[in-house]
T-cell receptor, first 113, second 117 residues
Framework: QKEVEQDPGPLSVPEGAIVSLNCTYS??????FMWYRQYSRKGPELLMY????GNKEDGRFTAQVDKSSKYISLFIRDSQPSDSATYLC?????????????FGTGTQLKVEL | DVKVTQSSRYLVKRTGEKVFLECVQD?????MFWYRQDPGLGLRLIYF???????EKGDIPEGYSVSREKKERFSLILESASTNQTSMYLC????????????????FGPGTRLTVT
């Protein structure tokens, strides 16, 4: 079983839809959670990060962590065609792992006009 | 603006060849990483380095070696390329300090798509 599971998609939504992207994990030591966005033929870039449980909002993006369920989510409101990309979750235990990250496999999102 | 550059976007090599992938970052970052990205497997860490001449194995180091002679440059070496090393290779760097956010934020290069025939 992988430490981090992520539905690969592809996920296709109409412009303006609310998108929910999710990851589950098995390592209860993970405390730092990140979402990266990767456009086609580019390297990933950091979108958002959260520490421990709770929500964090940044414009149209909201990151949510539920440590009791070992489940994290990224919500995109009013999705735009420019949001079409692969979204990767990443996480770290904070201690004992250096600053290495464990990544999910990525969910491919397409926002259609 | 942080920039991580990789020497080639596309590379085709033959089985058994020695392959060098170069990565350079311009932000004076202490940490550098090499990943490979494959469909269905995601990003997997090959090697990383916390300092010049320092290296540590990641999750899949077999068949690879690395070199970091200068702070800004981190090289990945395939001693004898094999077809199962056909993949997208991504280099990343991050700062060693500046708080949690800076510590964990990795800046990625555009990737090198390597095909071994």
């Amino acid at each position: 079983q992988k430490e981090v599971e992520q539905d690969p998609g592809p996920l296709s939504v109409p412009e303006g839809a609310i998108v929910s992207l999710n990851c589950t994990y098995s390592n209860s030591a993970f405390q730092y959670f990140m979402w990266y966005r990767q456009y086609s033929r580019k390297g990933p870039e950091l979108l958002m990060y959260t520490y421990s449980s709770g929500n964090k909002e940044d414009g149209r993006f909201t990151a949510q962590v539920d440590k009791s369920s070992k489940y994290i989510s990224l919500f995109i409101r009013d999705s735009q065609p420019s949001d079409s990309a692969t979204y990767l979750c990443a996480m770290s235990p904070l201690t004992g792992g250096g600053n290495k990250l464990t990544f999910g496999t990525g969910t491919q999102l397409k926002v259609e006009l | 603006d942080v920039k991580v550059t990789q020497s080639s976007r596309y590379l085709v090599k033959r089985t058994g060849e020695k392959v060098f992938l170069e990565c350079v970052q311009d932000m004076d970052h202490e940490n550098m990483f090499w990943y490979r990205q494959d469909p269905g497997l995601g990003l997997r860490l090959i090697y990383f380095s916390y300092d010049v001449k320092m290296k540590e194995k990641g999750d899949i180091p077999e068949g690879y070696s690395v070199s970091r002679e200068k702070k800004e440059r981190f090289s990945l070496i395939l001693e004898s390329a094999s077809t199962n090393q056909t993949s997208m290779y991504l280099c990343a760097s991050s700062s060693a300090g500046g708080g949690l956010a800076k510590y964990y934020e990795q800046y990625f290069g555009p990737g090198t798509r390597l095909t071994v025939t």
